[in-house]
């Protein structure tokens, strides 16, 4: 049986029934889940006695449940993303609980793993702890929520993932990210213009040149930063972004701030999470408060310092603009509602907001001052977002052995077949290689034998000195040569065209005769004997003679079929004579029959006063009698069948419903 792989239910449910089209799939999961889930509980040391599920993310694949368990309240969470993908996010989670930050510790498996793998994703299980959302009506929750994304992103610096993992990284997107979202303002811009009759269209055209040239504004100040020499610092050296830090992933619990939800964690430049955190909640206020921004910059300083060039980069960062891509990109899926409904309203928040922005970022730049400058002047060659850095250069070590994929196994599996099925192909070929070639000329087969013997009785001689192995190779390969030379002269020459025939085959018997001679000059050491090969002429066939047997062939085939259609054609004549034979007989015996009747006397009175009467009667003559069906055709009349096709009353046939039968026939 196949195992059940998750996907997205809100797409996979769409085709079923109303019931099920009614529900919320957002506190909801199919039942195949639910069923994966149960099995996936019973691989860890406990017994569960409720599961409540929390939330659910249908167009994602994924859920979190609260269990009760006898060692108390647990986290059971399946993760939404690949099994590799998943791994490097699961390995983080170990690796800042092991550096002190405050995050849900895994809980091993039975296997002694901190994961399973079920439903081709990944599910863990966490202790569940009783968390607070920080305040948003004042500064102080404000200060709270940054100052312990500081300290989470403190603690990600120098994490290197478990083998097998797939690496995440934003830090060198920086450029391709701002020229996207250029490149897409001023497609809002052609969507505007596209739809010119939606109520939001107008609006979007007087404002979109200004958002744009915003954008075009922050690549060039991008490129003069020291943006490119922090990425060369590498993944490690700034550590990871949590990428969807939030009022609601950062909350309030025993020791200070806890961060959860850590499935989409990156790496990154780290004040990528505080710029958001900062432009969503000037967004939300309406407003873009200075004060709010220093004493927000200032905490998140307070747990992972920044550095003047960190402080700049973040400006540039808050210049994009951001809030106003985030909120009008909608556009791009369904223009015509989104521009008919909800855009409005939007752009006109997002343009009073931004009245505020120059202004207060203007202001904010002057801290600069407060920071003291970075040393990126020795900074490491920059590493490629696909490569890993090897875990030499860690501080951690992971046990591998309890973070192997099932995925990974399967994987490695298929490529050793690959390669061993490829290695057995470079053998075959190498042995087509290395095999001795066929010459151009025919040896006799005794000469080829004793050859061949002598080669076998050279083999076992290679434990001799080396220097006689080199002695003997240089005269086999002198014999060799001289072969080679002899094939060479025995190899027909192209004829040319001539017109004295007579003077060619004088020519070519003197070719023969000095060929013979060099032959028999030579030692008899150095050069295989050819003699017997060209005195017998059985051994090569003339052209003139495999002409002959061509054309004897050819003569034979003729007259095999010359036979075969003569005796076809007898064949037929006997057919035809059989038939008419028959057709005659069947023609006298009717014939005989006819006379037969007419021959016979009347039988009884009866016959001859019916006559009698037919010929006194006043009605009509009848018409002479046509002639018998036997004088018209040579064959007899095929008598009509009987009525009834069997006597037996079971095989019967019967008759269909509504039609007539007369005598058991339809």
Not at 121 to 128: A, E, Q, R, S, Y
Request: charged fraction near 30%.
């Amino acid at each position: 049986m196949e195992e059940y792989l998750i996907k997205p239910w809100d797409i996979h449910r769409q085709g079923t029934g109303a019931a099920e089209a009614a529900l919320n799939w957002d506190m909801h999961v199919p039942p195949e889940i639910d069923t994966i889930a149960e099995a996936v509980i019973k691989m860890y040391d406990m017994s569960v006695s409720s599961r409540t599920l929390i939330t659910s993310k249908p167009d994602k694949g994924g859920a979190i449940w609260r269990i009760e368990t006898n060692k108390g309240p647990r986290s059971l969470k399946l993760l939404h993303r690949s099994p590799e993908r998943s791994l490097f996010s699961v390995g983080l989670q170990e690796y800042v609980v092991k550096q002190g930050a405050r995050v849900p510790a895994l809980i091993p498996a039975k296997d002694g793993k901190l994961f399973v793998e079920m439903g081709g994703k990944l599910w863990i299980v966490t202790d569940w702890i009783n968390l607070q959302p920080a305040t948003k009506v004042d500064l102080v929750g404000a200060q709270e929520l940054c100052y312990g994304l500081g300290e989470f992103h403190r603690h990600t610096k120098g994490y290197l993932p478990p083998l097998g993992a797939k690496n995440s990284s934003r830090l060198y997107r920086w450029p391709n990210y701002y020229q996207k979202i250029a490149k897409k303002i001023g497609w809002m811009r052609e969507m505007a213009s596209a739809y010119s009759e939606t109520a939001a269209s107008p609006e979007i055209l007087s404002v979109v040149d200004e958002y744009e040239r915003q954008a075009q504004e922050a690549i060039t100040r991008l490129q003069q930063s020291a943006y490119s020499k922090m990425a060369a610092m590498g993944e490690p050296h700034w550590g990871l972004v949590h990428q969807d830090y939030g009022w609601s992933n950062g909350q309030n619990g025993p020791g200070g701030l806890w961060v959860i939800d850590l499935d989409g964690v990156s790496y990154d430049l780290p004040f990528r999470d505080l710029r958001k955190l900062i432009t969503s909640t000037m967004d939300d206020m309406g407003v873009w408060d200075v004060g709010w921004m220093r004493g927000m910059i200032e905490a998140y300083h307070k747990a992972n310092p920044l550095d003047a060039e960190s402080f700049d980069v973040l400006l540039i960062d808050m210049a994009m603009p951001n809030e106003f891509y985030k909120h009008l990109k909608e556009m791009f899926f369904d223009p015509v509602t989104f521009l008919n409904t909800e855009a409005g309203a939007i752009l006109q928040r997002v343009v009073a907001t931004d009245q505020t922005k120059w202004q207060a970022l203007a202001e904010l730049s002057k801290d600069k001052s407060k920071y003291a400058a970075g040393s990126y002047e020795q900074a490491a060659v920059a590493q490629s977002p696909e490569k890993i850095p090897s875990q030499a250069s860690s501080t951690f070590i992971w046990e591998q052995k309890q973070w192997n994929l099932q995925t990974k196994k399967r994987a490695d599996q298929t490529e050793k077949e690959a390669v061993s099925a490829s290695s057995n192909d470079k053998q075959k070929s190498s042995k087509k290689e290395n095999a001795p070639k066929r010459e151009t000329v025919a040896v006799p087969f005794e000469e080829k034998k004793t050859e061949s013997s002598q080669q076998k009785q050279k083999k076992p001689e290679s434990s001799e000195p080396k220097e006689k192995q080199k002695v003997e190779s240089s005269q086999s390969k002198q014999k060799k040569d001289a072969v080679k030379d002899k094939v060479a002269e025995l190899k027909p020459v192209e004829k040319k065209s001539s017109s004295n025939p007579a003077a060619e085959e004088k020519e070519a018997v003197r070719s023969s005769a000095s060929r013979r001679k060099s032959l028999t000059s030579s030692s008899a050491s150095n050069v295989i004997n050819l003699l017997p090969y060209l005195s017998n002429p059985g051994t090569r066939t003339p052209r003139a003679k495999t002409a002959a047997s061509g054309r004897k062939r050819q003569a034979s085939l003729g007259t095999v079929r010359s036979k075969r259609k003569s005796s076809g054609a007898a064949a037929k004549a006997k057919r035809t004579t059989t038939v008419r034979a028959l057709q005659t007989k069947r023609t006298e015996a009717s014939r005989a029959i006819a006379k037969k009747r007419q021959a016979k006397p009347l039988s009884s009175a009866r016959t001859a006063s019916r006559l009698g009467q037919k010929s006194t009667s006043t009605t009509k003559p009848r018409r002479a009698a046509t002639t018998s069906a036997s004088s018209r055709h040579g064959y007899n009349k095929v008598p009509a069948p009987r009525n009834r096709v069997t006597t037996n009353p079971a095989r019967k046939p019967k008759a269909k419903q509504g039609m007539k039968k007369y005598k058991g026939l339809r």
